[in-house]
């Protein structure tokens, strides 16, 4: 069984930047979809970005194209979310999951999360 280790997130101010990294240990992500969703207090459940480990097709909400981006390291069983230009919306809770389908929050088991808070 897969479990995932999330990390990288922290306090910035608007227009900073973060890397959040999923690591998997006890097995490999193998040939999953792997991704990220985010919920804030209050809010519901919001898809962020997800990445096909086959093929490297990529998914992003719209809220955060252009924003942030998604990428794996096969090797090192590490997915990766970089995050630019952050804006206080993006305040919440990011989980790393198998990403079953994104634009209905849909995932798989997942970490403890990292919290990331953006001021203004």
């Known amino acids: 069984e897969v479990q995932l280790v999330e990390s990288g997130g922290g306090l910035v101010q608007a227009g900073g930047s973060l890397r959040l990294s999923c690591a998997a240990s006890g097995s490999t992500f193998g040939e999953y979809a792997v991704g990220w969703f985010r919920q804030a207090p209050g809010e519901e459940r919001e898809g962020v970005s997800c990445?096909?480990?086959?093929?490297?097709?990529?998914y992003y909400a719209d809220s955060v194209k252009g924003r942030f981006t998604i990428s794996s390291d096969n090797a090192k069983n590490t997915v990766y979310l970089q995050m630019n230009s952050l804006k206080p919306e993006d305040t919440a809770d990011y989980y790393c999951?198998?990403?079953?389908?994104?634009?209905?929050?849909?995932?798989?088991?997942w970490g403890q999360g990292t919290q990331v808070t953006v001021s203004s």
């Open positions: 990445i096909s480990l086959s093929d490297s097709s990529t």
């Open positions: 999951a198998a990403c079953y389908d994104p634009e209905r929050a849909d995932f798989g088991s």
